[in-house]
């Protein structure tokens, strides 16, 4: 079988080292891909649904995996099934009224109340509602969330710890579009105190397979302070996702999703992706995501023992029920390298030097690009994410920052203390 994967950073960097193992492809194509991705498949460059039709058609594409959210929420999938020769692909990711559960924050919550499912309470309000938008936030207490409600860039979240501050960001995304068209509607919620985790399953819209769970480091500054960023690093397996916690995030929420979007007659087929809360061990849903995080999916699938292919094969017809997942039981942790400056501006086509220089490691490309010299350069914020997998935290952790230390780059960045607070 032929496959298709869209993207380019880490994240699909270990979905494409994953399908690359699978005996059940012939060709393997990537688009756009980066270089570390080539050794795992074919990359090409498409531009916009048609090209990627085109493509498929063209070169007997069976089956379509999108890592990014953006093409899903565009309607990726929808272009595959209303078209009569690419109906027949097995796309991996939703289709467009699926991925308003992460491309609209208003529909996510509604979706959550309707089914029950545990979610911080909370109002939408519009450029016209400004004024109750105000008397809901006085009803809080601080800190106060508020979060444009369509996609923006994972920076659409804003935390707040004055009142005042809170109401002059509203007025800012409303007003101002201060987040585009995505903060034409804002999402006010409670806050909640806990600790995050990222739990992921694949389904089918009728049955799911859990993958294992990761925690993901989200701040920029060690000890998580500093700006929020696309994640620092993760860890999998995380200890408080123990199975008393695991069996409510399966009975209260991932069940509950599933249930509730069949009863909707939401056609769901990919990747959800669960950012949850643990709040005194209950967990609540923080959002929904349509497709795998990253940095997580690098630990994530680092630890997964089974053929990802024969998974996705069997989604079309709903037998995913089938599907025996192995999981090792090894701790992956990844850390991610950063051009310095960023989640702010920094600067790129830095060369990269020592990656020949890993051991017992697997490193990730997700910023980088080939030059006019043919060297490895930066081409992005977050530039590699180092795995390694380990008995425990502690070992493969050590074999992260060991491997780390190899490779250099003009400001590299990156965190020393992901996975600390875990040990
Ligand atoms: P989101 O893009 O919805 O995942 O939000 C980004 C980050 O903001 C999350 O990873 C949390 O750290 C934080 N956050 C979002 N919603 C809440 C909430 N209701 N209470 C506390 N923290 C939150
Ligand atoms: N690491 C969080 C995300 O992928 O959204």
Known sequence: MNILLLGSGGRESALARVIAKSNLIDRFFISPGNPGMKQYGECVSLDGFAQIGDFCKNNEIKMLVVGPEQPLVDGISDYFSND?????????????????????????????????????????????????????????????????????????????????????????????????????????????????????????????????????????????????????????????????????????????????????????????FFGLMNVYGEPYVIEYNVRMGDPESESVFARLDSDIVEAFSLVKQQRLDEYKIRINKMTAATVMLCSGGYPES???????????????????????????????????????????????ITSALNKCYENIDKITFDKMYYRKDIGKDLI
């Open 84 to 272: 009569n020769i690419l109906k027949e692909v097995t796309v991996i990711g939703p289709d467009g009224r699926a991925a308003q559960l992460e491309g609209s924050k208003d529909f996510s919550k509604e979706f959550m109340f309707r089914n029950n499912i545990p979610t911080a309470k909370y109002k939408t309000f519009t450029a016209q509602t400004i004024a109750e938008g105000k008397q809901f936030l006085r009803t809080l207490k601080a800190p106060y969330v508020l979060k444009a409600d369509g996609l923006a860039a994972g920076k659409g979240v804003l935390i707040l710890n004055s009142l005042e501050e809170a109401e002059t960001e509203l007025e800012d995304m409303l007003n101002n579009e201060k987040f585009g068209a995505a903060s034409s509607k804002v999402v006010i919620e409670e806050y909640l105190s806990g600790i995050e985790c990222s739990v992921f399953v694949l389904t089918d819209g009728k049955n799911y397979v859990l993958l294992p769970e990761a925690k993901d480091y989200k701040r920029i500054g060690e000890g998580d302070t500093g700006l929020n960023t696309g994640g620092m690093g993760s860890i999998s397996p995380v200890p408080f996702c123990d199975e008393a916690f695991m069996q409510k995030v399966r009975t209260n929420v991932i069940d509950r999703t599933i249930n509730g979007l069949q009863r909707e007659g939401i056609h769901y087929q990919g990747f959800i």
């Open 346 to 392: 920094y600067e790129k086509g830095k060369v990269i030097n020592g990656l020949d220089k890993l051991t017992d490691a697997i490193v990730y490309h997700a910023g980088t690009k080939e030059n006019d010299n043919k060297e490895i350069v930066t081409s992005g914020g977050r530039v590699l994410a180092v795995t390694c997998l380990g008995d425990n």
